[in-house]
């Protein structure tokens, strides 16, 4: 059972890919994390000596703190965050605990450069639809959550990208795009390294809305719909993409908690007041 001030692990995974999910901070010296270089789903690194400089951008949340094994980095820096405000946990037994759970893991690698603001960037064709709402939601939800999303016009994604130092994606010919019958979520799901059940079912109905292959999935069809009744709804790509994290975010609910639920309106109509 974990202690006051520490969090286990079953509950974190719980809240990671939801918007209530802490933020998470990495607190493993370097070489700790060469030897593993993963990061929990959504957690940034930061030296365990400089955690009270984020405390300005910690105010009002809640945060986890993990170390390799749970013990002096990170049970240090959190009270040190406590100390000044934060709510500040420690990942019981660490990443080690995490990582021996057999739960999600980012590939450190393919995270790309952050800014100046600790964020990255991105940038894809204007008037979004499906991949490119869902493939946002995947990042703010399990990589970057202040990851900052432009778009522009089809023929300038790849001159703001290389401009504007954005990473590109679901547009032909860059790394972060369709592969076969895969979508560019998929792609994401598997090079980020990922991968859980809620993922792979709901990267199925993604696929198949995103292909207008609605065989693949009975919700493929109500995706679609969903997403093009949005598209209608804002003018603002930005707007829209804010409106449509709370979509996949139901999706993403219903694919982990609630396939085996129905609904049993109307009542048997033979049944007896």
């Known amino acids: 059972m974990a202690s006051f001030n520490e969090i286990s692990v ?26 593993e270089p993963r990061l929990i789903p959504g957690a940034y ?7 009270c400089e984020t405390v300005a951008q910690l105010q009002n949340t809640s945060v986890v703190v993990y170390c390799q094994k749970g013990l002096k980095l990170s049970q240090g820096a959190a009270a040190l965050l406590r100390c000044e405000g934060v709510k500040a946990e ?7 605990a995490w990582r021996d759970s057999n ?7 393919k995270i790309p450069e952050i800014d100046t603001q600790g964020r990255t960037t991105w940038v894809t064709k204007h008037r979004p639809k499906i991949d490119r709402i869902a493939c946002p939601w995947l ?18 994604v790849i001159n703001v990208a290389e401009r504007f130092n954005a990473t590109p994606f679901d547009v032909h010919d860059v790394f972060w795009s369709h592969r076969g019958d895969q979508c560019t979520f998929d792609t994401m799901v598997e090079e980020f390294g990922i991968s859980n059940a809620a993922l792979a079912r709901l990267s199925l109905i993604v696929r198949g809305a995103d292909t207008n292959n609605h065989s693949l999935a009975p919700e493929c069809a109500g995706l679609l719909a969903a997403s093009l009744g949005l598209s209608r709804m804002y003018r603002d790509d930005l707007s829209q993409l ?4 709370g979509l996949y975010d139901a999706f993403y609910r219903w694919a982990r908690d609630a ?10 109509n033979n049944s007896k007041p």
């Open 10 to 35: 079953s509950t974190l995974a719980r809240l990671i890919g939801t918007p209530e999910c802490p933020v998470l901070l990495d607190v493993r010296i370097d070489e700790d994390f060469d030897a």
């Open 45 to 51: 690194r930061i030296r365990h000596s400089r955690v």
């Open 90 to 96: 420690v990942l019981q037994g660490g990443q080690y």
């Open 103 to 109: 739960l999600p893991m980012v590939e450190a690698s």
């Open 139 to 156: 990042i703010r939800r399990f990589i970057d959550p202040h990851a900052q999303f432009l778009f522009v016009a089809p023929s300038q």
């Open 242 to 245: 804010e409106a449509g994290l």
């Open 259 to 268: 396939t085996e639920e129905g609904h049993d309106w109307p009542v048997n």
